[in-house]
């Protein structure tokens, strides 16, 4: 049974950073796709940055609204994807899950509970 735990959110004033951590078990999730969303209050839940495996290795994407400002990573020693968010935003401020694509036996996306982050200006 795959679990995902978010850390490290909380309240931290514009222009600040944090640093979201995730602890991934229950698999091996070498050759996964790992990363984050975010859901806001009366919005969608939006893909922040995901590292995506290929047999050419790692690659990451993000969306625009954070580009230059988060980095996505992962240590596939400890099961675990971070993202450091830096010049954070009040618009940057909702529920960060971290989320596990699995390819097999079949397509699977696997949810952490979230991790709240709130930016005040």
């Known amino acids: 049974q795959v679990q995902l735990v978010e850390s490290g959110g909380g309240l931290v004033q514009a222009g600040g950073s944090l640093r979201l951590s995730c602890a991934a078990s229950?698999?091996?999730?070498?050759?996964?796709?790992m990363g984050w969303y975010r859901q806001a209050p009366g919005k969608e839940r939006e893909v922040v940055a995901m590292?995506?495996?290929?047999?050419?290795?790692?690659?990451?994407d993000y969306a625009d609204s954070v580009k230059d400002r988060f980095t996505i990573s992962r240590d596939n020693a400890r099961n675990a994807v971070y993202l450091e968010m830096n010049r954070l935003k009040p618009e940057d401020t909702a529920i960060y899950y971290c989320?596990?694509?699995?390819?097999?036996?079949?397509?699977?996306?696997?949810w952490g509970l979230g991790t709240q982050v709130t930016v005040y200006s």
């Open positions: 989320s596990v694509h699995v390819a097999d036996p079949v397509p699977v996306a696997y």
């Open positions: 229950g698999r091996t999730f070498t050759n996964v796709d």
């Open positions: 590292t995506r495996w290929s047999w050419r290795g790692y690659n990451s």
